[in-house]
Each structure stands twice: as C-alpha cells, then as structure tokens.
C-alpha cells in the first residue's frame, strides 16, 4: 500500500516537471523563431573570419581585422582598426548582436602605432549562427563607424 501511494506521488511529481519544461521549451522557442537568423539577413561584403576588412565612412578608408581566426565565442579576440584618425583618448568599440540580443559588450581602444587596438571576449550563443556588430564609440557617443561579422558555433 505504501509503495503504490508512493508511486501515485512520484508520477504526480513527474507529470508536473514534464508540464513545467513544456511551457518553458515552448516559450524559447517561440523566442528564437521570432529572431532573424542568419539566412534572413544580407550576406556580408566581407567576411572577418577569413581577412582583413575595408569599409568607407565620410570618404575616409577604415580596415578592421580581428584574430585570432576563426572569430569564436569564449575566446580571448584583438580587434585593429587603421585608418581612423580620431584623437579622443576615450574610444571604445561595443560589440552587440544584430539578429539576437546578447547585450553590449565594451573593449576599450589604446593606440598602438597607426592603429587602435582592442581585446574582446564574445558570448556564448545558442543559435548555430550569430552576427554581430562592432561599432567605435568617442566618449560614449556612436561615431557611426562600425562592421558586421558572423560568429558560427563550431
């Protein structure tokens, strides 16, 4: 007799657990279909995980690169940026997430030579695919001076 109410008791249990982690997977999922991925998204130009990257703001040539290669989460990662001709002693480039929310991540920038360099940890994800954007920052304000690049879960 004990045994059997133990039974009851514990199948309850089970059956509580089960409706508990239906109602959450289910609202994951809701979310990540929600997010754009990556295939909905514009192919990049170029891609940081294989070279050196050059875009143009305000007729001026900013290249960007990133190692090592490549680009993966959890990693310890340099960004350099050339050609920007910025004299604040206050920049900072501020990685966030296009196509999923992953808060902002801050690296401040020191000038070494003719370049700015950064060190930046990027965040685990739990999409396959993540693109994100590093975007340069004079003393907290956007200078409008950014790049995308994707981060693939290998």
Partial sequence: ?????????LLGALSVVLIVLVI????????????PILKDLEP???????QICTKEFS??????????KPITAMQ?????????????????????GVNMYMGDITSSLKKNGDELDGVFVL?????????????????KKST???IEFDLKQH
Avoid: Q, T
Wanted: aromatic fraction near 12%; charged fraction near 30%; include cysteine.
């Fill in 1 to 9: 007799m004990k045994f059997k109410k133990l039974a009851i008791y």
């Fill in 24 to 35: 959450f997977v289910k609202k994951d999922s809701a979310y990540v279909a929600k997010s």
């Fill in 44 to 50: 990049l130009v170029c891609d940081l995980n294989r």
């Fill in 59 to 68: 007729g001026k040539k900013i290249s960007f690169e990133i190692s090592p």
């Fill in 76 to 96: 310890k990662h340099i960004i350099k940026i050339k050609g920007l001709d910025l004299n604040s002693k206050d920049l900072e480039v501020v990685f966030s």
């Fill in 123 to 139: 965040s685990m994800c739990s999409m396959h695919s993540m693109r994100y954007k590093a975007e340069i920052f004079d003393k």
């Fill in 144 to 146: 409008g001076i950014y």
